[in-house]
């Protein structure tokens, strides 16, 4: 089945450093990325979505200059927390898929990361 | 504003002990709605899409049925392996597609 490979599944660093996390769709094309952040005991708070060809769209109140996405092909997505602080310390999660194979004749559903624990310090 | 309500937010069970999971959900055009499983410290694991009201899937212990304005998700005489948080999702024609989660059913079977 399609898989999706996160990296790293944890880093910790100092505040004010960058810290990018990678996301690769094997055996599938991802022409939809999605990136979410989760914190305990809570659901997944999506950040922001990207579609081939086109930038990123960002969710209300997530500042797109500190989150940088950068869905570089179609196998390939990135984000790039840039001076990071404690409170930017979470779970970090990607997802990916074709949208157009989301239809009513299909069973297709996205496919998820396994999750990048981040911890400023 | 597009919405996505789960409930209960925890559900104890007892081996064997049949229950649904509810999913409701408010958002214009419609174009899918999905389950997925969710472990501690994984990422979310997809279970079933559901496109349309009546529409039913099935998956050993699990079935996933949809009407318009809500979801079930039947769990037949779980076991402890089933323990695991369950999210709905629904994602819509417009907006880029975006997929909205809910906030999730944390469900414990104990044997």
């Known amino acids: 089945g399609a898989v999706v490979s996160q990296h790293p599944s944890w880093v910790i660093c100092k505040s004010g450093t960058s810290v990018k996390i990678e996301c690769r769709s094997l055996?599938?094309?991802?022409?939809?990325m999605f990136w979410y952040r989760q914190f305990p005991k809570q659901s997944l708070m999506l950040m922001a979505t990207?579609?081939?060809?086109?930038?990123?769209?960002?969710e209300q109140g997530v500042e797109k200059d500190k989150f940088l996405i950068n869905h570089a092909s179609l196998t390939l997505s990135t984000l790039t927390v840039t001076s990071a602080h404690p409170e930017d310390s979470s779970f970090y999660i990607c997802?990916?898929?074709?949208?157009?194979?989301?239809?009513?004749?299909?069973?297709?559903?996205?496919?998820f990361g396994s999750g990048t624990r981040l911890t400023v310090v | 504003e597009d919405q996505v309500t789960q409930s209960p937010e925890a559900l104890r069970l007892q081996e064997g002990e049949s229950s649904s999971l509810n999913c409701s959900y408010t958002v214009s055009g419609l174009r899918g709605l999905f389950w997925y499983r969710q472990d501690p410290g994984k990422g979310p694991e997809f279970l079933f899409t559901l496109y349309s009201a009546g529409e039913e899937k099935e998956k050993e212990r699990l079935k996933a049925t949809l009407t318009k304005k809500e979801s079930f998700l039947h769990i037949t005489a779980p076991k402890p392996e089933d323990s695991a948080t369950y999210l709905c999702a629904v994602t819509h024609y417009n907006q880029g597609g975006k997929l909205i989660f809910g906030q999730g059913t944390e469900l414990s079977v104990k044997p």
């Open positions: 990207s579609n081939e060809g086109s930038k990123a769209t960002y």
């Open positions: 997802g990916g898929g074709d949208r157009a194979l989301v239809r009513p004749d299909s069973s297709y559903g996205y496919t």
């Open positions: 055996d599938f094309q991802a022409t939809t």
